[in-house]
């Protein structure tokens, strides 16, 4: 299976994340599956005038293309054109390119939460007119129409993230090659469903805190960051605290709320990152699949039921109480 | 005489999107035009937003630089707090943007560098088939060990970060997560596994010999591991004339930490060390598609021109320095540290020799600073201070990515970001011509690069551009 990978207004961190690949490295696990890049601009020896070559050999089918990867959003400005973005050395955007060549694909596969919906790229006023492949954040319908697909019949999968995990790129291509990923694979924002099923709250270190809604009043404190920090691991899809970032890493584990990077419109979360909007005290944004009258009483409930280890441990940078050790038998 | 011109992209193995425009005449580069054809709009895009917010947006810049970018917006928030973070936790925060830097330096050699020497137009050089074997892009050996050996060290990042890139941990008042003897000792493991690497592969010696090296001769001469080879091919290449920049270098130091910055801050030039006033930056935007006046970065807009009128040729602003152009690196930083090899280097002007020296010498010295720094680490200790930011001020970040030198300007206006500048160290490096027509640090390196006849995408010049390790993605923001 061949890939051609583009990057296009992004940061080029889904690469960089890519290469963090491990056990085996990304360049043993890819051609063990049998794939391979037909050009990546980080990765790959040919430069210019060779890779404009290769550009038009797909773009008429001379090339059979079999994965098109494209990482970072697709800008639209100024006023539609595209221009913000040129391809370099071939006077075309990058907005003309993707949809062209996307045309040619068996797949289209949209890397990193830019690609997927715009991203961090439409922060603020959008400065570029930034929008993903197949989504203009929410909206269905980017660079390419809501209709849109490619020629094994999928939609622009979208490996959503910020960055992508490693291993949710190298998966889903060695799904693809193994020819078992399917539309019902992908979940409603076409991201595969393998890592968004689960939750960032899944496996995350402070569910204890949670429990008892012992909260963190600042970064660096133990507890948990839904209350004062802004965290919204219970609402963000992604297997971060299952398996993991950079060996045992994950964001919530070295005290840093998640900001829901899978989701489209994650860069704007109409409040700051690291504080939690409230109205009369209560946070606002309570776990999605649950009744917010059920959440209430249970969290007053609990957090009246509190032990005091956990209350201590939630406002400390580090374990202040251990776990009382049961008596063993005299 | 004969002139033709030539339009090299895409422009691969550099950090994102980067055209040179070049006229060549008798089979010499007379004039080089970089052009940074990405614009996302970062500064206009935090306008408005809550100071904080820079902490997490500003990252995202750029996946290789993440950190660097981190640091540089933390520097500037608590300099508009004006607090200084706990120490411990500046010592982490170090530790960090260590890791990002060494990390940075092992790809560019590795992946986005050597490459260019397995080519088949070097078939005939008796070098070619070990670089063949060591170099091939994604299939060589040293490039499968380097992502292998770069991937566990970022197991350290994830420790104390959560991830790479995209790190959020480092804060103005120091870092989020405290760490514990048991952090401390993994660490100094997989510092000592990858010290294993760098010396079984990529200097075959104990790192030691590579930082004590005192000359010219003695770095250009070194034989053993990857660095060896590559110094064989830089001899029989002559890659010590090739590509001189302006000769003039800059650094804001790296590593802020309670007893002082770790590389040493300054601009040298012709033997001369000076201190930087960075009250003398402007931004030229005569060349730049950018509307405006000049301006230094606390009072600098970013307004693109949306129709990219003549003469402007690039989305980069051209920073310059008491209306200098400057250099800045890895090279550049040995260079104003004063490391003895790399004066000696310096002596002979910043080549494509020189630039992959310094990152080298770096890679070295960086490996001795992460040990001592996880050594230092003090788990009882407090690792994050308060810091809370005024409704009025401004503030200046100063930090060294694997780069060179990153700057971030603040301006705060009613608890809002009112202004936010940044300058990084590729828009120093790849700067288009300024009003007086002074070309940037590559443009100047790239005139007299030789052009083959029948190339159309010249082997020299991917030499010299690669040799500044260009990251594209920062450079226009």
């Given at each position: 299976?061949?890939v ?7 940061c ?7 290469l963090?690949?491990e056990?085996p490295?990304?360049?043993d696990?890819l051609e063990?599956?049998?794939i391979?890049?037909l050009?990546?601009p980080a990765l790959?020896?040919e ?7 290769l550009?038009?050999q797909?773009?008429?089918s001379?090339v059979?293309l079999?994965?098109?990867c494209v990482e ?22 990058m907005l003309?390119w ?5 045309q040619k694909a068996q797949?289209v ?9 715009g ?5 603020g006023?959008n400065p570029?007119?930034?929008?993903g492949?197949?989504y203009?954040?929410?909206h269905?319908g980017g660079a390419?129409?809501?209709?849109f697909?490619s ?6 999968i979208n490996v959503a993230g910020?960055p ?5 790129v190298?998966e889903?291509l060695?799904?693809l090659a193994?020819g078992s990923l ?7 924002l076409?991201r595969?469903?393998?890592y968004?099923?689960?939750l ?5 270190p402070?569910n204890e805190?949670?429990e008892y ?8 404190e133990?507890g948990?960051?839904m209350?004062?920090?802004?965290c919204?691991?219970?609402q963000?899809v992604?297997d ?8 045992e ?11 829901n ?5 994650f860069?704007?979360?109409n409040?700051?990152?690291t504080e939690t909007?409230k109205?009369a005290g209560?946070p606002v944004?309570l776990?999605s ?9 249970l969290a007053?409930l609990s957090?009246?039921?509190t ?12 374990i202040?109480?251990?776990p009382k050790?049961?008596a063993?038998?005299? | ?10 422009f691969n193995?550099v950090?994102?999107d ?5 006229e060549v005449v008798?089979n010499?580069?007379?004039a ?5 054809p990405?614009y996302?709009?970062?500064?206009p895009m935090?306008l408005?937003k809550?100071p ?9 810049i750029c ?8 640091a540089?917006?933390a520097?500037?928030l608590g300099?508009a707090a ?9 010592l982490?925060?170090a530790l960090?943007?260590?890791?990002e830097n060494l990390?940075d330096?092992?790809?560019h050699?590795?992946l ?16 070619h088939p070990?670089?063949?074997k060591?170099f ?5 050996s040293?490039v499968r ?6 991937a566990?060290l970022?197991?350290?990042?994830g420790l104390l970060?959560?991830k790479w890139p995209?790190?959020?941990a480092i804060q103005p008042?120091g ?10 000792i993994?660490i ?5 596994a990858?010290r294993?690497?760098?010396e079984?592969?990529?200097?075959g010696?104990p790192?030691e010999?590579f930082?004590e090296?005192a000359g010219?001769?003695?770095?250009s001469t ?8 590559f110094?064989?091919?830089?001899a029989?290449?002559e890659l010590?004339?090739?590509g ?5 270098y800059?650094?804001?130091?790296a590593?802020?930490?309670?007893e002082g910055r770790?590389f040493?801050p300054?601009v040298?030039e012709?033997?001369?060390?000076s201190p ?5 930056i ?8 950018m509307?405006g006046d000049?301006n230094?970065p606390f009072k600098g807009q970013?307004?693109p021109?949306e129709?990219?009128k003549d003469?402007a040729y690039?989305?980069?602003k ?9 250099e800045?690196?890895a090279f550049?930083r040995?260079v ?7 004066l000696d280097l310096?002596?002979n002007?910043?080549?494509v020799?020189?630039r992959v020296a310094g990152?080298?010498?770096?890679i070295a010295r960086?490996?001795?600073?992460l040990?001592?720094w ?5 788990p009882?200790?407090?690792?994050m201070e308060?810091?809370?930011l005024p409704?009025?001020g401004?503030?200046e970040?100063l ?9 971030h ?5 009613n608890g809002r970001i009112a202004?936010?500048q940044i300058?990084a160290?590729?828009?120093w ?5 300024d009003r007086r027509?002074?070309?940037g640090?590559?443009?100047a390196?790239?005139?007299g690069?030789?052009?083959g ?5 010249p ?11 260009p ?7």
């Amino acid at each position: 299976m061949n890939v051609l990978w583009l990057q296009s207004a992004g940061c080029g961190g889904c690469t960089m994340s890519l290469l963090c690949a491990e056990a085996p490295n990304v360049f043993d696990l890819l051609e063990g599956a049998g794939i391979e890049f037909l050009w990546h601009p980080a990765l790959s020896e040919e430069t210019g005038a060779a890779v404009r070559r290769l550009l038009e050999q797909v773009e008429s089918s001379e090339v059979p293309l079999d994965v098109l990867c494209v990482e970072g959003s697709i800008v639209t400005g100024p006023r539609g054109t595209g221009r913000f973005h040129m391809l370099s050395g071939t006077g075309r955007s990058m907005l003309d390119w993707v949809r062209n060549l996307a045309q040619k694909a068996q797949h289209v596969v949209a890397v990193g939460t830019c690609a997927a919906y715009g991203g961090i790229t439409s922060a603020g006023g959008n400065p570029a007119s930034a929008i993903g492949v197949q989504y203009d954040g929410h909206h269905n319908g980017g660079a390419l129409p809501a209709d849109f697909r490619s020629r094994s019949g999928l939609p622009v999968i979208n490996v959503a993230g910020c960055p992508t995990h490693p291993d949710w790129v190298t998966e889903t291509l060695m799904l693809l090659a193994s020819g078992s990923l399917s539309a019902a694979d992908l979940d409603t924002l076409a991201r595969p469903k393998f890592y968004a099923e689960h939750l960032v709250h899944h496996a995350c270190p402070k569910n204890e805190f949670y429990e008892y809604k012992a909260s963190a009043t600042r970064l660096s404190e133990m507890g948990c960051m839904m209350e004062n920090l802004g965290c919204v691991g219970t609402q963000a899809v992604g297997d971060c605290n299952i398996r993991g970032w950079n060996g045992e890493g994950s964001c919530t584990r070295a005290g840093y709320p998640c900001i829901n990077c899978t989701a489209p419109e994650f860069e704007e979360p109409n409040h700051a990152f690291t504080e939690t909007p409230k109205f009369a005290g209560i946070p606002v944004g309570l776990p999605s699949d649950m009744p917010k009258a059920w959440f209430m009483a249970l969290a007053s409930l609990s957090k009246a039921a509190t032990p005091d280890r956990i209350a201590r441990n939630a406002v400390s940078d580090r374990i202040k109480v251990p776990p009382k050790q049961k008596a063993g038998k005299t | 005489m004969s002139g033709r011109n030539l339009l090299v992209g895409p422009f691969n193995r550099v950090e994102g999107d980067l055209e040179i425009r070049l006229e060549v005449v008798d089979n010499k580069v007379v004039a080089a035009y970089a052009n940074s054809p990405l614009y996302r709009g970062f500064e206009p895009m935090m306008l408005g937003k809550v100071p904080s917010d820079a902490l997490t947006i500003t990252p995202r810049i750029c996946g290789i630089c993440s950190i660097s970018q981190s640091a540089a917006a933390a520097a500037a928030l608590g300099d508009a707090a004006g607090s200084q973070p706990a120490p411990q936790g500046a010592l982490v925060a170090a530790l960090l943007h260590g890791i990002e830097n060494l990390c940075d330096h092992l790809t560019h050699f590795n992946l986005f560098f050597a490459a260019d020497f397995a080519r088949p137009a070097y078939a005939e050089r008796s070098w070619h088939p070990q670089a063949l074997k060591r170099f091939t892009a994604m299939q060589g050996s040293a490039v499968r060990q380097a992502v292998e050996a770069r991937a566990q060290l970022l197991h350290i990042v994830g420790l104390l970060g959560g991830k790479w890139p995209h790190t959020l941990a480092i804060q103005p008042g120091g870092v989020t997560r405290a760490p514990s003897a048991r952090d401390r000792i993994r660490i100094l493991s997989t510092l000592t596994a990858f010290r294993r690497y760098l010396e079984a592969e990529l200097f075959g010696a104990p790192i030691e010999a590579f930082v004590e090296l005192a000359g010219a001769d003695a770095i250009s001469t070194w034989s053993t591991g990857d660095a060896g080879l590559f110094m064989e091919i830089a001899a029989d290449l002559e890659l010590e004339k090739l590509g001189f920049g302006p000769g003039r270098y800059l650094s804001y130091g790296a590593y802020p930490l309670p007893e002082g910055r770790t590389f040493g801050p300054g601009v040298w030039e012709n033997g001369e060390l000076s201190p930087v006033t960075t009250e003398d930056i402007r931004e030229d935007l005569s060349h730049a598609w950018m509307l405006g006046d000049e301006n230094h970065p606390f009072k600098g807009q970013t307004i693109p021109d949306e129709d990219m009128k003549d003469p402007a040729y690039s989305w980069c602003k051209a920073p310059r320095l008491a209306g200098n152009a400057v250099e800045t690196g890895a090279f550049a930083r040995q260079v104003v540290d004063g490391h003895p090899a790399a004066l000696d280097l310096a002596a002979n002007g910043s080549s494509v020799l020189a630039r992959v020296a310094g990152r080298l010498l770096e890679i070295a010295r960086t490996q001795l600073l992460l040990e001592q720094w996880a050594s230092a680490i003090t788990p009882e200790a407090v690792f994050m201070e308060s810091s809370s930011l005024p409704e009025h001020g401004q503030g200046e970040g100063l930090v060294e990515a694997a780069r060179g030198a990153l700057g971030h300007w603040i301006q705060i206006e009613n608890g809002r970001i009112a202004g936010y500048q940044i300058i990084a160290p590729t828009t120093w490096n790849f700067s288009p011509r300024d009003r007086r027509g002074q070309p940037g640090p590559v443009e100047a390196a790239l005139e007299g690069a030789v052009v083959g006849d029948d190339e159309e995408t010249p082997l020299s010049v991917q030499h010299i551009v690669r040799s500044f390790d260009p990251c594209m993605v920062c450079t226009v923001h």
